[in-house]
């Protein structure tokens, strides 16, 4: 099997200190960059409304991770795949968000909509280009609707 090295390359700083699963949409995060990371990385992030954040789940027991489930272990729900989820016991503990860039200082970026909690090393930040987006209707099932309700 091949393994994969990741470095953190920044650090998330925010009010949450335990994972939940809702009410995520007031939450301001601070994205610190690491010591070792050039400042430089950020030169025109501000330009961009909206960024990905690839970060790791670092809090996830490794014994964790089904490979199908209820979500949230609602029984109206269908038992799903791992990948037909968002959940964060996966089996590489990578989770990825698209949040609204709010602020850029120094090595520092706020944003909205992340769902980290605090201390989680952030692995790679992307902007979003509107020319990535989806260009038809985003096809979903409808617990996914009723699950996301008072996420954001």
């Given at each position: 099997m091949m393994e994969i090295r990741l470095t953190p390359l920044a650090w998330v700083k925010?009010?949450?200190i335990k994972p939940q699963d809702d009410h995520w949409g007031d939450i301001i995060s601070e994205i610190v960059l690491d010591d070792e990371m050039s400042e430089s990385v950020l030169l025109e992030i501000s330009s961009f409304s909206h960024?990905?954040?690839?970060y790791y789940f670092d809090k996830v027991p490794d014994d964790n991770m089904p490979l199908s489930r209820k979500?949230?272990?609602?029984p109206v729900?269908?038992?799903?795949?791992?990948?037909?989820q968002r959940n964060k016991d996966r089996p590489n503990k990578i989770g990825l968000c698209t949040v609204e860039l709010i602020w850029h200082q120094g090595r520092t970026i706020g944003v909205k909509m992340l769902d980290?909690?605090?201390g989680t090393p952030i692995l790679d930040i992307k902007p979003v280009y509107k020319e990535f987006r989806e260009k038809k209707d985003i096809r979903q099932p409808e617990w996914v609707t009723d699950?996301?309700?008072d996420y954001f």
């Open positions: 925010n009010s949450r960024l990905e954040i690839i979500p949230r272990g609602n729900y269908p038992q799903v795949g791992i990948f037909a980290a909690i605090d699950l996301m309700k």
